[in-house]
């Protein structure tokens, strides 16, 4: 199989929606909220039409549906309507003949503001007296979940030890190069096309349709190349919606792209996250129970909050088995950007509590923290106590891969400083985020006369490889030249629907579904091969690009010639497949999110030393084993676990979003502190491949798992060298400081 | 502030171009020009999407002002691309799976290029410090490093 190249993925010419150039193209430009907090008095738009070049201007009178996807949570107004909830909120739009004009234009966009008082964070709207974000939520909080699984009482009453801890994750985002940005146009048929950088044509298709009050049909999305996504291009936009609504007004062409500070301020990026864990161990090692209470951060609006709400705490029970389980998990409104899924979406802050708290207890217990982690893990057949059942599980070997690699059994306390964590993911949701019975995947296989084989499936690749798996599972199955297996994805007119690229799915369900269509197709091609061979059909087979017979592989036909002769014989040689994961929901609410069809598992091993002056963290080495079930392209998963660790690099040292006075700070790349090359320790990856019953010949997700280890075993590290809990992220020098501050105090005080 | 027409040589092709004051080279190529395999990631100088080669020199094209700039020559990376130095860098990053989404790969390759070009050689350290100055928020770093080697070692 020739599938080490990366050849087949984006390049620098591709076509971003950027780049896309429609004779006619009018554009808009979104203004925004400077208030964190307001209510919208008056807008006055006529300074703004009264401006040569500018064609029209809206504001957010012109929608009475809002965004949102998740049907009980549909808070985002495309423009603010009577209040704006977080500075940066879009408003008014104005379109002009060029992005110049629309910006002049805006500028003369009046606006009267009453400012409310406001809250930047959870600390601030939880008050009692806290300003009131949406009226339909009293307390500032959109979900709170509060859900006991076992015993959970009776294990820490016969726990021997119990550990608990307190840590603070903060957010951060997901600062794709690609900025949003999309191309809008009502055609004079009567259909809209939306060019869109979305992860997910499909919902973005359903949600439009909604919100602008027309047919689905009557809309076509189509995802050009996407520079970059990480959770960050999922949900519907108001630039899309705006965009959308201004072409349908006008019949115009219309563009957006986002500035940097636009994307600072679309957000939907990590949730700042404060945790409470507590952990009750009995005599043998044993995991007994887990409590958490974990608060979340979401910002002025709901987006996927619920689903990041429930993760937080269902994903506790993955990777090791816990006999009790209890958590309860509040998402908060504040006044800032919505935060939303990133990479890892709700596993990420609490696999770092938990990976801490495991380091603190066994260091009290004075065991090895990786032996033990072993000694741990859930087993392939395991039902979790929160009811994920398990398939595969190659955690272990994942354990002992770093291990080894690492020379962890060396002297893991010398400098300098080692420290490992280990995690599990999902390989895509259970369930859909519109709940349906219909297929969350789906796929048409073509081969005609001329041997080239098509497949179609919408699925959104977004620099991570995905059209590349598809195309290697059928270069699979029909033993054909990777080169002449044509993948078109992303169109919601030309592709049969796939849910798109969120929670690891792509994989796992599309190509199930690419793995079936490709099968069915094989066998159409070895009936017609058959008759024409006169043989029978089990004892012919594809092998480089022949069909041969198995006892006598030099008698055959071209492949070329076998479809040629299944066109004759059916007309379009043609065959589908879809995948709809058989899970179902336990009983209790929201039971439908954590479940998924399979989970990726990883370990991790850090290499720090500290400076212990200045306390700056050095990453030397990571070494990082991820069990994906089975490399369908093994270059791939090597990139995605670079991306992971270099991601987790920058989480766990440098990123953060904060806010100044209620407006986003930093919104720059160079003050935002992504990692560069030169912050990049040496990564050692590892696939582990234990493949699972239900993924495409075992496959399973490497896209997002291997970034929940990488982040806790840094942390685990540098607490190590600096010999004091760090719980709270990022470890920048001045956190890691007052650590050793905090530190220096506790053990005066005791 | 300079005004009036300047005269640009883009890939060749002579261009005679009146911009704007605060026009910047970026935005004439892209927006001005439709050379759209100039990237825009950050427009502060920070992502090294849109590096062009400036009169010889790798710059970010989005702090160069158009109308400060006199008969000056500018490659974009298809401006250069056929050459058989960026044809064998494109192959090595590519068969090493550097690039994952591809928005920061003209920038880069046409850097190592100008680099390439204007000295003959490329060190390790050379090339480090080059990548330094671009964002891969894919997280390709050690990966071009690792195509980097490969492509001066097949050099050697």
């Known amino acids: ?750 | 502030m300079v005004s009036g027409i300047v005269r640009l040589t883009v890939n060749d092709h002579i261009v005679y171009w009146n911009p704007k004051s605060d026009e910047t080279l970026l935005s004439t190529l892209r927006d001005g020009l439709g050379y759209t395999d100039v990237k825009a990631g950050c427009h502060e100088g920070a992502c090294g999407t849109c590096t062009v080669i400036l009169n010889d020199r790798p710059v970010p094209s989005c702090l160069i002002l158009t109308a400060t700039l006199e008969d000056a020559t500018i490659y974009t990376w298809t401006g250069v691309m056929n050459d058989p130095i960026a044809q064998r860098l494109y192959s090595v990053f590519h068969e090493m799976n550097a690039f994952q989404c591809g928005f920061c790969e003209n920038g880069i390759l046409l850097h190592l290029f100008a680099e390439l070009r204007a000295k003959k050689v490329l060190s390790r350290e050379t090339a480090e410090s080059i990548l330094n100055s671009h964002i891969c928020r894919c997280g390709g770093y050690r990966l071009m490093m690792e195509a980097i080697s490969e492509f001066l070692y097949a050099d050697e």
């Open chain 1, 1 to 750: 199989m020739n599938n080490s190249s990366g050849l087949y993925g984006a390049h620098g010419c591709s076509e971003y929606v950027g780049d896309i150039a429609i004779p006619g193209c009018v554009y808009a430009f979104i203004l925004r909220s400077p208030h964190p907090h307001a209510r919208i008095v008056s807008v006055n738009l006529s300074g703004a039409l009264d401006l040569h070049g500018v064609i029209t201007a809206i504001d957010g009178t012109s929608f009475s549906r809002n965004c949102g996807l998740i049907p009980s949570s549909t808070d985002e107004p495309p423009l603010a309507r009577s209040v704006v909830r977080y500075a940066g909120e879009p408003v008014a739009a104005v379109l002009g003949t060029t992005s110049a004009i629309a910006r002049n234009g805006a500028s003369r966009v009046c606006i009267d503001y009453s400012p409310l008082p406001f809250s930047p964070d959870a600390a601030g709207t939880l008050r009692t007296e806290a300003p009131r974000i949406h009226e339909s939520h009293p307390e500032n909080i959109l979900r709170d979940v509060d859900l006991s699984f076992g015993p959970v009482d009776d294990m820490f009453t016969s726990a021997t030890t119990i550990v608990s801890g307190t840590y603070d994750y903060a957010g951060s985002t997901h600062a794709a190069l690609e900025p949003h940005g999309v191309v809008a146009w009502w055609r004079p048929e009567g259909r809209l096309w939306v060019f869109s950088s979305t992860q997910s044509p499909h919902h973005l298709h359903v949600n439009l349709a909604r919100i602008l009050g027309l047919e689905q049909q009557a809309i076509r999305v189509i995802k050009p190349r996407v520079g970059g996504g990480f959770g960050g291009k999922c949900e519907t936009f108001s630039h899309e919606v705006v965009a959308a609504q201004l072409s349908l007004v006008t019949g115009l062409p219309v563009k957006i792209v986002l500035s940097r500070e636009e994307v600072f301020y679309t957000h939907r990026g990590r949730h700042h996250a404060l945790i409470d864990i507590r952990l009750g161990i009995n005599d043998r090692r044993e995991l007994l129970a887990v409590d958490a209470g974990i608060t979340l951060e979401g910002g002025a609006y709901a987006g996927l909050g619920v689903v990041t709400s429930y993760y937080a705490g269902q994903f506790l029970a993955i990777p090791y088995a816990l006999r009790a389980l209890r958590f309860r998990s509040r998402r908060v409104f504040t006044n800032a950007p919505p935060a939303g899924p990133k990479r890892g979406h709700g596993g990420v802050q609490i696999r770092f509590a938990f990976e801490r708290l495991l380091d603190t207890a066994a260091r009290r217990l004075d065991i090895d923290p990786l032996i033990w982690r072993k000694s741990l893990a859930l087993r392939p057949g395991d039902t979790t106590v929160n009811n994920l059942t398990i398939g595969s599980c190659g955690l272990t070997e994942c354990l002992d891969r770093v291990a080894e690699a690492s020379g962890w059994h060396g002297d893991p306390d010398g400098s300098p400083h080692l420290g490992v964590a280990a995690s599990g993911y999902m390989s895509g949701a259970g369930f859909p985020i519109l709940p349906n019975r219909l297929p969350h995947s789906q796929s048409i296989i073509r081969a005609d006369r001329s041997g080239l084989i098509s497949v179609s499936t919408g699925i959104a690749d977004i620099g991570q490889g995905a059209e590349n798996v598809m195309r290697q599972l059928v270069a699979h199955v029909l033993d054909q030249d990777p080169r002449y297996i044509s993948v078109t994805t992303g169109d919601t007119d030309l592709c049969p629907v796939d849910l798109g690229s969120y929670s690891s799915r792509v994989t796992l369900m599309a190509g199930r579904a690419v793995l079936t269509a490709a099968r069915r197709l094989r066998e159409t091609i070895l009936e017609s091969a058959a008759s024409r061979l006169k043989q029978p059909v089990d004892k012919l087979m594809i092998r480089r690009e022949r069909i041969v017979h198995r006892d006598n592989p030099d008698r055959g036909i071209s492949l070329r010639k076998a479809i040629a002769l299944a066109e004759e014989r059916y007309g379009v040689v043609v065959a589908t497949g879809s995948y709809r994961p058989g899970l179902k929901p336990a009983r209790y609410p929201g039971s439908a999110l954590g479940p998924s069809p399979a989970y990726s598992f990883t370990a991790a091993v850090a290499r720090v030393t500290v400076d212990p002056d200045l306390y700056r963290v050095n990453i030397h080495d990571l070494w990082i084993a991820h069990d994906c079930g089975k490399a369908i392209v093994p270059a791939a998963v090597r990139a995605q676990i670079h991306g992971c660790a270099i991601m987790g690099i920058g989480e766990t040292l440098y990123e953060r979003v904060s806010m100044l006075r209620g407006v986003t700070d930093p919104v720059t790349f160079e003050s935002y502190g992504i990692p560069l090359s030169g912050d990049t320790p040496r990564i050692h990856a590892i696939t582990v491949e234990s493949p699972d019953p239900e993924g495409p010949l075992g496959a399973k997700e490497a896209g997002e798992g291997p970034l929940l280890a990488v982040i806790p075993a840094i942390a685990n590290a540098v607490s190590r060298a600096l010999g004091i809990d760090c719980n709270r992220i990022p470890l920048n020098p001045e956190t890691l400081w007052m650590d050793v501050k905090q530190a220096i105090k506790d053990s005066r005080e005791s």
